[in-house]
């Protein structure tokens, strides 16, 4: 995982603040994420793994939960969901966020765990495995 931890640390502050507006990127087209949660969590494993062979996992994990209220994304994320699918991929989330009295675009790289779907809206889980300032 290639996160800076002070990064890390401000874009959870900022995201229980409530403050911040975030996009999801996804086969060219752009979704606002809202109800964001950023968290440092414990994961199910005992020991660090690979998992299923397709992707480390460490016994705590930076974890990203979000609702996009577009539910035409549901099918866009069939091949980006961890599980039995070995071909995932990542997900591409950015923000920004005010630091030092300077403005940092922040993306923020993702595999998706869980999702949700309800009438209106789709809540993803998912675990942080890159974050940089661009």
Do not use: C, W
Not at 13 to 23: K, N, Q, R
Not at 24 to 40: E, R
Not at 99 to 122: A, C, F, G, R, Y
């Amino acid at each position: 995982m290639t996160v800076d931890k002070n990064l890390l640390k401000s874009l959870i502050d900022f995201s229980e603040s409530d403050s911040l507006e975030f996009t999801l990127y996804l086969k060219n087209n752009s979704y606002p994420l809202t109800h964001v949660q950023v968290s440092h969590s414990s994961v199910p494993v005992n020991e660090p793994t690979t998992r299923g062979g397709v992707y480390f996992s460490d016994k705590f994990a930076y974890k990203m939960k979000g609702t996009v209220n577009d539910l035409s994304i549901v099918p866009l994320l069939t091949k980006k969901m961890l599980g039995p699918n070995t071909e995932f991929g990542e997900l591409k989330i950015t923000t920004s966020i005010t630091l030092e009295n300077s403005i940092k675009h922040l993306e923020i790289h993702t595999n998706l765990t869980n999702s949700v779907q309800t009438p209106n809206s789709i809540e993803l889980s998912m675990i942080i495995v890159k974050l940089e300032s661009v």
